[in-house]
């Protein structure tokens, strides 16, 4: 299970994962020594064979559900050997927000999923072998908002002309107003709950992928603030670790 550090309530809570913790897919490579400003002194990299997916949910964040409309902002650092590129296709790790199905126009298993990807952010700059923090407040490196289930004959998986995270959760959303190739009328996400957040690399160049990922934050209308820091185990840690599992496997042989 994940550490959990800090207190809910009105700061929110501080948590910290090791490799494997909250993994759907190959779990990531734990970086030591390498960390984003203010998280610790570990990361992740991408482990450059397979999909990875690591989920956390608002109940870990703030000890509570909450609805779309109560987030003011998100963002997370990552770093890699290459700089932002628009050619080729600038791959790196992505935010998804999955709420939750309640039976009125749901998607599939979930209500609605958004994406927010740093291929398509507004006044990307990303230095190589440098950290760089994406998120959703106006300026350097804001993420655009996408969901892919909105197009209108078939899935779109981004555009440089979608919304912002403002657009999301301040009213109903004209997908068609911002591009084309979207279905008409509109979707209000805003009472939707919150299910879980992914931090993720793509099924489709998840292979020879390596960047590193650390320090996401999200923040509440109210002011509440909740992180996830990831770090690997000290070597301490670890050997406190392979000597329970060695205890253990000894009482079961007993």
Known sequence: AAATA??????GNNIT?????????????????????GFGTGSFSANGTAKTAI???????FGRSITVDEIESMSFFTKQTGAFTTSPTYVNWYLELYTTADGVNDDAWYGHRMNLEPYFANNPSAPANTWTEW???????QLRVFDANRGASGPIFGTYQDPTWSDISSGAVDWNSY???YETGTTDYRAEEVWFWNISTGSGWASGFLGQVDGIRIQLTNGDVGTVNFEVP??????????????????RRA
């Not at 800090?6 to 700061?11: D, E, I, K, N, Q």
Request: aromatic share 4%; charged share 10%; hydrophobic share 40%.
């Open 17 to 37: 994962y090791l490799p494997g913790d909250g993994v759907t897919g190959v779990d990531p490579n734990g970086v030591a020594s390498d960390a984003a400003p």
């Open 179 to 181: 591009f084309s190739g």
């Open 6 to 11: 800090g207190s809910a309530g009105a700061a």
């Open 234 to 251: 000290t070597p301490a840690s670890a050997a406190l670790l392979g000597m329970a599992g060695l205890a253990a496997t000894r009482r």
């Open 135 to 141: 998120g959703t407040d106006a300026g350097t490196n």
């Open 55 to 61: 989920g956390f949910t608002p109940q870990q964040l």
